[in-house]
């Protein structure tokens, strides 16, 4: 099982069409949930230690000791494509365990969650809205199941 651990709905309703149909498209391939962690209040930008680490809490309690965890970390290693589907397919392969991809909110992520993190993953040196970076990682999702696959797609 893929499973997808956001923080925060995704508000966008042209990013969460996207969203929604990368995971219909990625549950042909190979099963798949999104699972949302509520998004700790930021009003109050001296607060936002105690926000990030209520997020924390929330990513924590939903991640099991054996699953293998993915989380989205500008400080991470960009992949290829194929580099990512080779890693997608290990992982599937060696069974016993869920593939979480933790994607953070806007405040970031918490030390505590790098470092339970199992690979660190850089979509780009650039800076995306986490809601576009969610809908980024799907469609690689999607293309690296497809390469394992041998689906026409990635051509």
Do not use: N
């Not at 109050?44 to 990030?52: F, G, H, K, M, Y």
């Not at 991640?63 to 989380?71: A, N, S, Y």
């Not at 993953?121 to 690689?140: G, K, N, W, Y």
């Amino acid at each position: 099982m893929i499973r997808l651990c956001w923080v925060g709905e995704t508000r966008d309703s042209a990013f969460r069409l996207a969203e929604d149909d990368y995971l219909a498209r990625l549950g042909r391939l190979h099963p798949c949930r999104r699972e949302v962690v509520r998004e700790a209040s930021k009003r109050d930008l001296r607060a936002r230690t105690a926000c990030l680490r209520k997020d924390a809490g929330g990513v924590l309690r939903r991640i099991g000791d054996k699953d293998w965890v993915m989380l989205l970390d500008p400080g991470g290693i960009s992949l290829r494509t194929e580099e990512l589907a080779e890693l997608v397919g290990r992982r599937l392969q060696s069974g016993g365990c869920d593939l979480v991809l933790v994607g953070p909110g806007p405040w970031g992520v918490t030390d505590q969650i790098r470092h339970r993190a199992d690979f660190l993953l850089s979509l780009s040196r650039l800076t995306f809205p986490h809601e576009l970076a969610r809908v980024i990682v799907l469609e690689q999702l999607y293309r690296a199941l497809t390469i394992l696959q041998g689906h026409p797609y990635h051509k």
